[in-house]
Structure formats: C-alpha cells, structure tokens
C-alpha cells in the first residue's frame, strides 16, 4: 500500500512519504489495535450476529443516497465528524455478506443445494448488496464482492463432495442432486474383491429422495 500510494502522496504533498506523516500514522494504529481486537472475539458471536450485520450495512448502504459524502462526484462515505474520518459502507456490507454466507450455509448444511431453501436466499443476498453496491457506483467493489461469494459458494459445494468419494468401509452413500445410488464397498482385507471390483462394488440400486 505505501508503494502503491506514494506516487500519489510525491505529486499532491511533495513527499512519497507524505502519508505516513503523525496523524496518518496515529490513525493506522488505532485501525491496527481495532483489527487486532475483532480477531480475538469468537467466532460465534459473529455468526449469531450475521444476519442483523448484514441488514444493518444494506441499511447504511441506502443511507448514503440521502446522507453520503460526495467526494470525485460519488457518494460513497459517511462523514464522522467526531474523529474526522469517513467510513465507507460498502467495504461493511462486503464483511457482513461474508458472515451471513458462512451462516447460512452452516445452517442449511445438505439442504443448501436446494434451489428454494438453500440457493436462493443466499443468491438473493448476494444480488442485493453487489447491486446497491454497483448503483452508488462502486464497480469494482462490487465485482469483487461477487467474486468472493462465489468462491465460498463453490467452496460450500465442493467439500462435501470430496467427502463422499473417499472410499469406506462398510455401507457408503453417494448423492448427486435428486438421485441416490447405494454402494456397498468391499472389503479392504480381500485382495480377490478388490482386484475384481475395486474398492466399490455397486448394488445398482438407485432411490428417489
């Protein structure tokens, strides 16, 4: 960051290192202590309070069309007059869309595959923020919000996934979608099983949920 902001700091201060000047520096210290300390606090507490974190940044995100600063013609902070400083919404609702996604797929489990139940609120989450987000404007923030659920979403999927392919012993279920087919898997201590059928042996034998 200082690498990437000193041209900026050269040509506006005359100095690269401008920014790193007393107040600056008293000002990424206390963000540091800040950062430090919402490490230290469980992670359940974020997850009881994902929901009303995210309602609330949608909320300050509506509220920077009536009350927001302008600043290079967007309307994209909230001054805080009392340490003279601005927050910027939309960086909030990024966080809070990452803790109601953990949320709610930790909640729905298996079900989150589900179109009605699972996908949709989710999808309809994500859709909200990165389209507020895009109309203050902010596209770039809200590409990479997008990004990001996306990869949780995927990540969501894909571990369940690897966990049914490992091969057990004993009965072992493997689900894709609607359908079920039922694998028994052979036993680990015959040599013949396994160089027959290999570590599955199917039943052929699919069921509807």
Same mark, same amino acid.
């Given at each position: 960051?200082?690498? =990437?902001? =000193?041209?900026? +700091?050269?040509?506006?201060?005359?100095?690269?290192f401008a920014l790193l000047a007393q107040p600056r520096r008293c000002a990424a210290s206390s963000r540091l202590i800040v950062?430090? $300390?919402?490490? &230290?606090?469980?992670?359940?507490?974020?997850?009881?309070? +994902?929901?009303?974190l995210l309602v609330l940044s949608i909320l300050m995100m509506i509220g920077l069309f009536f009350l927001g600063v302008t600043i290079r013609d967007t309307r994209r902070w909230f001054l805080i007059p009392l340490i003279n400083t601005t927050l910027q919404p939309s960086e909030v609702a990024r966080t809070a869309l990452v803790f109601f996604l953990a949320y709610w797929m930790t909640r729905t489990?298996?079900?989150? =595959? &589900?179109?009605?139940?699972?996908?949709?609120?989710?999808?309809?989450?994500?859709a909200l923020? $990165?389209? %507020?987000? +895009?109309?203050?404007?902010?596209?770039?923030?809200?590409? +990479?919000?997008?990004? %990001?659920?996306?990869?949780?979403?995927?990540? =969501?999927?894909a571990a369940p996934a690897a966990h049914r392919i490992v091969p057990r012993r004993g009965h072992c279920t493997r689900s894709w979608w609607k359908w079920r087919v039922t694998n028994t898997c052979a036993s680990a201590s015959s040599p013949s099983s396994e160089s027959t059928t290999g570590p599955w042996r199917s039943t052929g034998r699919w069921t509807s949920r």
């Open positions: 960051m200082l690498s =990437s902001s =000193s041209f900026f +700091a050269g040509g506006k201060f005359g100095d690269q950062m430090f $300390a919402a490490s &230290r606090v469980d992670y359940r507490v974020y997850r009881k309070a +994902a929901p009303a489990g298996k079900t989150f =595959s &589900r179109f009605k139940t699972g996908f949709l609120p989710a999808a309809g989450a994500i923020v $990165a389209g %507020i987000i +895009a109309a203050l404007p902010n596209f770039g923030t809200a590409t +990479a919000t997008i990004v %990001i659920a996306l990869c949780m979403m995927l990540c =969501s999927a």
